[in-house]
């Protein structure tokens, strides 16, 4: 079956340092991929997608690149800010059907 | 930007009842979705709805659990007997029509506590 698993947490940075979270998938055929981010206390919130191999999903200056050869989706920010402190989730989906989730790392940003 | 809301925030609610969890998805979707986060653990699915029956379910997704779509707006889990290990947070979604890679958005969650 489909699966996700991803680096084990907490991850602990000091601020403007570089950020990656591995990510890496089980899944038939081309699955849909997905980083979302969940801030203390709140919902989980879309931040990048890719939906075919080699895409490259961006945004908020998070980047992460859909590596079929590798079946791997890290995220990966060049500078981090206090404010990016969250719990980050990979995940996959085919064709919209049920998400499938890692279990999160844990990011704190520290000034 | 539209948004997924739910309602309530929080629930608390002794073991044996009966809750009824509220979601309104963003107007224009057609898919909706209901997932769990059990504390300090993975989101979970539970189930999704599309055309006024469900899609797809999972082996959490037992007689306990039902969803309904009353009207043109709201989008409700229900479980019908609480138990202890169904305090999580719980999470619906909902996506547009356009393609199956679009994502899912996200409610901000109820957080479901037994007692």
């Known amino acids: 079956g489909n699966s996700v698993t991803q680096m084990e947490g907490p991850v602990t940075l000091s601020e403007e340092a570089f950020l990656t979270i591995n990510c890496t998938y089980t899944a038939t055929g081309y699955p849909s991929l997905f980083w979302y981010v969940q801030y203390p206390g709140e919902g989980l919130q879309l931040l990048l997608k890719?939906?075919?191999?080699?895409d490259k999903g961006s945004n908020k200056g998070f980047e992460a690149t859909y590596r079929k050869e590798t079946t791997s989706f890290h995220l990966e920010k060049g500078s981090v800010q206090v404010s990016d402190s969250a719990v980050y989730f990979c995940a996959l989906t085919h064709s919209g059907y049920a998400l499938n989730f890692g279990k999160g790392t844990s990011l704190l940003v520290t000034p | 930007e539209p948004e997924v809301t739910q309602t309530p925030s929080h629930q608390v609610t002794q073991m044996g009842q009966e809750v009824i969890l509220r979601c309104v998805p963003i107007?224009?979707?057609?898919?909706f979705y209901w997932y769990r986060q059990i504390l300090g653990q993975k989101v979970e699915f539970l189930v999704s709805f599309y055309n006024n029956e469900i899609s797809e379910k999972s082996e959490i997704f037992d007689d306990q659990f039902s969803v309904e779509r009353p009207d043109g707006s709201n989008f409700t889990l229900k479980i019908r007997s609480t138990k202890l290990e169904d305090s999580a947070m719980y999470f619906c979604a909902s996506r547009g029509g356009q393609g199956g890679n679009q994502p899912q958005h996200f409610g901000d969650g109820t957080r479901l506590s037994i007692l």
């Open positions: 107007s224009n979707h057609l898919y």
């Open positions: 890719a939906t075919k191999a080699d």
